[in-house]
């Protein structure tokens, strides 16, 4: 059974700094390219950044680009986002995804998600 | 950035009844499109990929449909587990995106 479950949220002032942590387990993680998507309370989703197999490839969201930073451990299947410079904005729960693909690409399995709240 | 703009908002029904959901992209999107269900407290769930496709273990009741700008999601004979808010996810071209969410809650 593919499990991924996130850690690392907390409360943290503006301009502060934060670790978060996504492990997995069921499935080969080195072989997928994984994401960090977000949902700020009562709010929709919004997709963050993604990294590829090997971390050869990084994406960022406009919003977190500069401030974020996605890496990954494949010895430790593991999937991480520094996030500096954080913002009010930033306050949500955040989710680590497993990307698939096959022409177009979704999002599964989803982790349970950890809270980031920002406080201005 | 291709914006998913679904709709109605919220949709009220009744267990049994059929519910209709609405993905509207702002240029083409082709097939690549997703659908998720998200209950409260949880995360999502997918449900469809490549517009048309069931994802594993999902209940022959959900069918997606459409191409190019516009999609559905049809839930046939509604039960009571299926209240929870859908989004539907294009990853036709950087940046991917969400819509915002149609909630479908009991009557």
């Known amino acids: 059974q593919v499990q991924l479950v996130e850690s690392g949220g907390a409360l943290v002032k503006a301009g502060g700094s934060l670790r978060l942590s996504c492990a997995v387990s069921?499935?080969?993680?080195?072989?997928?390219?994984m994401s960090w998507i977000r949902q700020a309370p009562g709010k929709g989703l919004e997709w963050v950044s993604k990294?590829?197999?090997?971390?050869?490839?990084?994406d960022y969201a406009e919003s977190v680009k500069g401030r974020f930073t996605i890496s990954r451990d494949d010895a430790k299947h593991s999937l991480y986002l520094q996030m500096n410079s954080l913002r009010a904005e930033d306050t949500a729960v955040y989710y680590c995804?497993?990307?698939?693909?096959?022409?177009?690409?979704?999002?599964?399995?989803w982790g349970q998600g950890t809270l980031v709240t920002v406080s201005s | 950035e291709i914006v998913l703009t679904q709709s109605p908002a919220t949709l009220s029904l009744s267990p049994g009844q059929r519910a209709t959901l609405s993905c509207r992209a702002s240029?083409?999107?082709?097939?690549?499109l997703a659908w998720y269900q998200q209950k409260p407290g949880q995360a999502p769930r997918l449900l469809i990929f490549?517009?048309?496709s069931r994802a594993t273990g999902i209940p022959a009741r959900f069918r997606g449909s459409g191409s190019g700008t516009d999609f559905t999601l049809t839930i046939s004979n509604l039960e009571p587990e299926d209240f929870a808010v859908y989004y539907c996810q294009h990853s036709y071209s950087w940046p991917w995106t969400f819509g915002q969410g149609t909630k479908v809650e009991i009557k």
């Open positions: 069921g499935l080969n993680f080195g072989d997928y390219y």
């Open positions: 240029q083409t999107v082709n097939s690549f």
């Open positions: 995804a497993t990307e698939r693909f096959r022409g177009s690409t979704w999002f599964a399995p």
């Open positions: 990294i590829s197999t090997y971390g050869t490839y990084t």
């Open positions: 490549d517009a048309s």
